[in-house]
Every structure is written in C-alpha cells, then in structure tokens.
C-alpha cells in the first residue's frame, strides 16, 4: 500500500514538473514572440490636457524601442477627462497603459481587477510621473484676483470642470478646500468659502479642456480655475491672457502611471508596456512634460525650469486632506460635500 502511494506521488510530482517546465516555456515564447513581431501596438489613455506632452514623447520611444529590437511600436492614443476615461477602461478600453490625473482613478481600475494591488512601487516616485498646481487665469487686468478670497467676491465669474466628470476639477475644488483648511481655517469655514466660490461658477464643464474652450472660446466667465499646466500650454498656442498662481497655498497636483496588467497579458504586450511607462520618468520624456507646463519630478530637469515654475510657499497634498479614500468618501460620492453644495447653490 505504501509502495503504491509512492508510485502516485512520484507520478503527480512529475506531472508537476512537466506542467512547470510548460508554463515557463510559454511564457518564454510569450515574451520572444512580442519582440520578434516586426510590430507591437499599445493602447495609452490618458486626460485631455497631456496629449501636447505625449505627442512628442512618443516618437522619442518609439525610436528608442525600434534600436533596441529591431521592433516598430505603435501606440494608440486615448484622451478625455479623466474620470470618463477611468469609467471607459473600466468598461471595455483595453489600455495597456494610463496616465491619469489622479491616483483615486487608477485605484478604480485597480479594484476593478485590471490593474495588480501595489502598481505605485512598480515605477520611480510612487509612479507620480509629473506635477503642478492650480492657476487663476483672469480675462483682463480689470478682473481683480490675485488670491483664493478673491474668488468668492461679487462679479467674479470662475470656469472650473465637474468634479464628477473631471479629475482636474477634483484637485480644483480641494485646491479651494484647502486654502482655507490648511492655513489653520475651520471645516465651517472651508465648507463656507467653497459655497460661495461655487455660487459664483456660471457653468460645469466636462473636463479640463472643455473649461478652456468654455473660457477662452466662447467667452465664458471672467476667471478660469485650472492646471497651470494648461495655461502654460493655452499661452504657447497664443492665448496670453494674464494668469496668477497662487503661492501662499496651493495644491500639489500629483499625476500617476500605470500598466494595466490583466490587458498587457491579454495582448502580450507587458515587456513594451512597462517599458514605456519607465521610458516616461527619463530626462527626455521629462524635459517634453516641462516643456508644455508640467512641473517634472526628475529633480534634475526641474532645476532646468525653475523660472517657468513659481516656488510654493505652502505646498500642500492629497495626502494633508486625508488621503483619496477619506477625501471621495466626504467630498465627491453622491450625496457627499460637493453635491449638498451644489444644491445649495442651484
């Protein structure tokens, strides 16, 4: 009887062995058959206001990868607000790379089951590949705005986004928030302030490159609320209305990356994937993100710019608010701060 059972186990061991010898040699070929392909394609969605940065960066890697292997790389590109982008990944958009503008919205697709728990240690600096802050963007000199208090007087007119649809306009609306709450002012008073700079908001736009269409196109409201980012794009493509950023407090607006591990697996697209997401934290790509605004986290590349970027006095994060977990559950959930505020002022 024992003979038998030693026969059996040493039968199942084996079978084992080959089943282990056969998964790695599939993934082996796996991986030689994704760079001996004369073409790989990627999928990169991203919000709306990094496609200036991304329409240069790409060819840089594409060139870089083409030396490396011999492998021509194309990669598709998705662009929208960011919340709509997340829900569209979410849904059935087979990215096998997102770039988008808030970490909260990566962790739905995490949650989702698409992306593996623990992405931000899979890349340099938490996987936050670029910065900025908010700007104030005045229609002329006559508007009188060179601080958050000024947004709640009578005859100012603010665009900002839907923080529903828009993650842009998540990091406005905590930029608001936090100006009073992180200079010592009470949740009353920060609720209040928000109220009243909300009351004075004339229309909810999408996202953040419809905000600028609704203010520099069509003439809407006498101040845009946006990424410095933006305006700093907005002036290189003529737009030069005045702007003013605010430096007593402000908001670091932090933009993660991440590879989307159950489409990069279906597409067997990991290997290129990964390395287009490490390509982005590069002095190359990092200079393309300064160049069109965006405040670089290569520390390296910063001190490059520092004149195209005011210092911050106070600088403050998600994290001084609590964290995106405490910071969706109180403010953007349904029936949550923004929703009550709305109705206050609707």
């Known amino acids: 009887m024992k003979k038998t059972k030693r026969r059996s186990f040493l039968g199942w061991m084996f079978v084992g062995l080959l089943t282990s010898s056969a998964i790695a040699g599939c993934s082996s070929a796996q991986s030689e058959s994704e760079t001996n392909q004369s073409e790989v ?24 990868w083409k030396a490396k292997t011999g492998q021509d790389v194309v990669i598709e590109q998705s662009y929208g607000g960011s919340g709509s982008q997340t829900r569209a990944v979410i849904d059935g958009l087979e990215a096998d790379v997102v770039a988008l503008a808030l970490a909260l919205d990566t962790k739905k697709i995490e949650e989702a089951g698409l992306i593996e728990p623990g992405w931000e240690q899979e890349l340099p600096n938490d996987s936050i590949v670029h910065k900025s802050v908010v700007a104030l963007v005045k229609r002329d000199d006559n508007v009188k705005v060179s601080q958050w ?11 900002t986004a839907n923080p529903k649809t828009s993650g842009g306009a998540r990091w406005n609306f905590l930029a608001l928030w936090g100006a009073v709450s992180q200079a010592g002012g009470s949740e009353q008073e920060a609720e209040l302030f928000t109220e009243k700079v909300l009351k004075n908001v004339p229309i909810l736009p999408k996202d953040a490159r419809e905000s600028s269409e609704v203010f520099y196109q069509q003439g809407q409201g006498n101040i845009l609320i946006n990424y410095e980012n933006e305006v700093v794009l907005a002036q290189q493509k003529g737009e030069s209305l005045p702007y003013v950023i605010p430096t007593d ?43 069109v605004g965006f405040r670089p986290v290569d520390q390296t590349v910063a001190k490059e710019f520092t004149n195209q970027y005011p210092e911050i006095k106070n600088l403050f994060t998600v994290q001084n608010l609590g964290g995106w977990d405490k910071i969706q559950t109180k403010f953007f959930d349904d029936g949550a701060v923004f929703d009550k505020l709305m109705n206050k002022v609707n």
Request: charged share 20%; glycine share 2%; proline share 5%.
């Open 149 to 159: 208090s000024d947004l709640a007087k009578d005859g100012i007119q603010p665009i």
């Open 249 to 291: 407090y402000n908001i670091s607006i932090d933009s993660p990356v991440a590879v989307v591990d159950a489409n990069v697996d279906k597409h067997g697209t990991r290997e290129v994937a990964q390395a287009f997401a490490e390509f982005l934290f590069t002095p190359e790509a990092q200079r393309e993100f300064a160049k």
């Open 41 to 64: 394609k990627l999928t990169l969605v991203s919000y709306a206001v990094t496609q200036s940065a991304y329409e240069q960066i790409i060819p840089q890697f594409a060139q870089e």
